[in-house]
């Protein structure tokens, strides 16, 4: 069983994270936000602040370049569009200090009316075939609107960076999933030349999505690292955390699903609107409509997805951005068209998933590992239809598969190789797949391959970690430089392309088995049951990681996860880690994977595809699915709560 | 003057009266390994030993600290050797991002250090104040497990 590379760094406390970088002058900083849900901005006083002994630098909008931000927006504007949009900036001694010189800044606002609703914003939209023909020639038609909730990502580590400057080349330890792109994004945003800006992640405290782009503090630390002539760290707090830096958009799905006697949907119809918040981040990638288009093999399918605008929290991509939210409908009612049919679950699901993309028209790469993963979770959860409290869900996810650009370098001398690659191990276990996979080309132990990482500076791209990709873009490239340094001794290699005339996806199946307490509406679940097709699994520890994380995360998404919104005032109510309901280890049941190496030749040269995402996908579903058939109640709505359950 | 114990070693602290333990660590001692992740006691990354028992640093003012001895992640091996939980995190995976892990670590070092074969149900509630987002719990279960059977 090979073990993470880094895990002794990360057992001992050595592992350094983006504010564990310590530096002499170091400053900290801490960034004023907007209290009030939509205003304009009439005057800011900074004066006391500036004036507290220790305090180094003050930024706002009254002092500091207008660079332009998300949508119309500046970096400091004007006008607030959200409790927690950004103000002003403090860098100071201590931490304690800024805070303090923070709460010193004296802002005027005039407040503006706000809209916690939305209005819907042109759809984004895809159809074939005739949906109302469709809908006409079913025999059975579901009609049903299921709505999910507002989910924060709330990784332990917050946001942050400590940023440096030598003359004009600036350097940040940020805690990102895409060194690059924070890189590109930064050295825009400052007007500088890409090459004079180093981004570095040795570590990262998770990130699940929000990681994945360039956010405005990484910027305001830069500018007060500039304006100080000092190193500066920039650590979001939990509030900042929860208010500021993305989360999963709610949705409100309303579903027509048309079926033959016989289970073969004739009709699939699908309009659902989506809490953007105040502004497109970029990154949010929430394609809720994808689901539909594909799972199922289905003539006449129409699903659109309209934007909603409010003065709330930005969405931002969050572990399989869209899938997730879409499934949990999708599957739910899946479930709810077999009982009208009277077909069991499974079975239902066997006749109908979809062996080519729909969506692009392609043959998949790997037409039937669907059904291996949902006969290989019938198998182990011993799948009875209507056996009380045991529920069942399929899913796909549009990514996985890896795609170019990306580099690689190998080096290779004394039976002992260095692989120099430009992306980040964002907890996923990258660094140990890759030095896996470049020691089994070279014929030697992993012990031998040292794998760096997280750094732009040997200017080798990296893609962000995102879409489940990392491994499945980097394996074959790292393979590849290693069976040329193999020859050499040092080699580069490219990503190449992807097979033309087909299709890769991830898909997989879970299985709940859970109690309801009739009387308390506790829900307890007691066993999960996951197969999820990630290609060839090259390390099964680290892939069981995965499967148990993944699975993790959407018990809390599905029975306790929300971020509560006041309608009256526009505040998050929860934005801690107390009162927004993460799982905890009393919470967890058995997690039993029976996910199988199924390497995937046509994908790519290493048989690899990726499995960050996708075990979170189905599990809200057969959650939900598990209560439908313990208690006969169907709830349509994330989270499951008692109170719902009860009512 | 704060004068403590950490890691076995003695140490003046030159502190506000406001200033935690945690930042105390971190800023102060340069030991980075507890991490601050909410800075009200709710999710226990910033756990420390604080005379053997398990309390989040956070929540601890260095300047109560006088003459008591805190260890952090950095001062759990022996010797230059890993803890025998340690060496189980490594073996089960119990963790991915590894932010929570030196917190995880010390609550389930404190129990160790009181009991020497703890129950599943010690065990459970030992981590029950440690948040994982990476949702390595199973995993996290199975070393400590591991760690007591050996």
Excluded at chain 1, 105 to 134: H, M, N, S, T, W
């Amino acid at each position: 069983m090979i073990t993470r590379l880094e895990g002794a760094d990360k057992v001992t406390g050595r592992a350094r994270y983006a504010a564990d970088v310590r530096l002499p002058g170091l400053l900290h900083a801490h960034i004023v936000r907007s209290p009030y849900p939509h205003a304009r901005i009439r005057h800011i006083d900074a004066s006391r602040a500036e004036r507290l002994p220790g305090v180094h630098a003050v930024l706002s909008s009254a002092n500091s370049p207008s660079i332009p931000w998300h949508d119309a927006s500046s970096l400091f504007d004007r006008t607030v569009r959200y409790i927690g949009d950004e103000v002003a900036a403090v860098a100071a001694d201590s931490d304690e200090l800024a805070a303090d010189a923070a709460r010193l800044i004296d802002v005027q606002y005039e407040a503006l009316a706000f809209d916690l609703v939305g209005e819907a914003r042109e759809p984004k939209a895809e159809a074939r075939g005739d949906v109302a023909r469709g809908l006409r020639e079913a025999d059975v038609v579901l009609e049903a609107t299921y709505r999910t909730q507002t989910a924060l990502h709330n990784a332990l580590e917050p946001h942050g960076c400590t940023a440096l400057w030598h003359g004009d080349q600036l350097t940040v330890y940020e805690s990102t999933q895409g060194i690059f792109a924070v890189r590109d994004e930064v050295a825009e945003k400052l007007g500088l030349a890409a090459q004079n800006v180093r981004i570095i992640t040795e570590h990262m405290g998770g990130g699940f999505g929000a990681k994945q782009i360039a956010w405005k503090h990484t910027v305001i630390a830069a500018l007060l690292a500039q304006r100080t002539g000092r190193p500066v760290q920039l650590a979001l707090d939990r509030a900042s955390e929860n208010l500021a830096a993305g989360n999963r958009n709610a949705t409100e799905q309303r579903l027509r699903l048309g079926a033959k006697r016989d289970g073969t949907l004739s009709a699939i119809d699908a309009r659902i609107r989506v809490e953007a918040g105040a502004y497109s981040v970029g990154g949010e990638d929430s394609d809720v409509i994808g689901t539909y288009l594909t799972l199922y093999r289905c003539a006449n399918v129409r699903a659109e997805q309209r934007s909603l605008r409010t003065n709330a929290g930005p969405a931002v991509a969050f572990r399989a951005p869209g899938y997730a939210e879409g499934n949990f409908a999708l599957e739910s009612a899946i479930d709810e068209l077999a009982a009208r049919l009277g077909i069991d679950a499974l079975e239902l699901r066997l006749r109908n998933y979809a062996t080519r993309d729909q969506r692009e028209d392609k043959p998949y790469t790997a037409p039937e590992s669907l059904r291996r993963c949902i006969t290989r979770v019938a198998a182990a959860c011993e799948w009875r239809h209507q056996r009380p409290g045991l529920g069942f869900a399929a899913h796909d996810w549009a990514a996985g598969g890896g795609w170019p650009p990306a580099e690689a370098e190998v080096e290779f001398a004394h039976g002992a190789a260095r692989v120099i690659v430009g992306v980040q191990d964002v907890g996923t276990g990258s660094r140990t797949a890759l030095a896996q996979l470049a020691a089994a080309e070279l014929g030697i132990g992993v012990e031998r391959v040292q794998v760096e990482l997280g750094d732009t500076q040997p200017g080798l791209y990296g893609p962000t970690s995102a879409g489940s990709a990392t491994l499945a873009t980097l394996g074959p490239v790292v393979q590849e430089a290693a069976r040329l340094a193999k020859k050499s001794g040092h080699a580069r290699a490219q990503r190449g392309e992807n097979p033309k005339g087909k299709s890769i996806r991830t898909c997989g199946a879970q299985a709940v088995e859970l109690a309801v307490d009739r009387d308390t509406g506790e829900v307890t679940v007691k066993r999960v049951i996951a197969a999820h097709d990630c290609g060839r699994i090259v390390n099964p520890l680290l892939q069981s990681s995965q499967v148990i994380g993944g699975i993790t995360q959407a018990l809390g998404y599905a029975l306790s996860e929300k971020r509560i919104v006041d309608a009256r005032l526009g505040d998050v109510l929860n934005a801690n880690l107390e009162e927004y309901k993460l799982p905890t280890v009393a919470d967890i049941p058995e997690i039993v994977n029976a996910s199988e190496s199924m390497p995937d030749a046509e994908a790519n040269a290493t048989g690899v595809k990726g499995c960050g995402e996708p075990p979170i996908i189905p599990t809200a579903a057969a959650i939900a699915n598990a209560i439908y058939s313990a208690t006969g109640v169907r709830i349509r709505e994330l989270p499951i709560t008692r109170e719902k359950l009860i009512r | 003057m704060t004068p403590l114990r950490v890691n076995g070693e003695h140490v003046e602290l030159d502190v506000e009266p406001r200033r935690t333990l945690l930042d105390a660590l971190r800023a102060d001692l340069g030991l980075t390994g507890a991490k601050k992740a909410c800075d009200m006691g709710n999710c226990g990354a910033c756990t420390v030993l604080l005379d053997g028992e398990a309390v989040y640093s956070c929540l601890v003012l260095a300047v109560d600290c006088v003459a008591r001895a805190v260890t952090t992640i950095e001062g759990l091996g022996e010797g230059g050797k890993l803890h025998r939980l340690q060496e189980a995190f490594i073996a089960a995976d119990a963790f991915q991002c590894g932010f929570c892990t030196p917190g995880q670590l010390m609550a389930l070092a404190a129990l160790f250090e009181r009991v020497a074969r703890p129950s599943d149900a010690q065990i459970m509630r030992a981590l029950s104040g440690n948040l994982c987002r990476c949702g390595a719990y199973q995993h996290i279960l199975r070393a400590a497990h591991m760690a007591r059977d050996r």
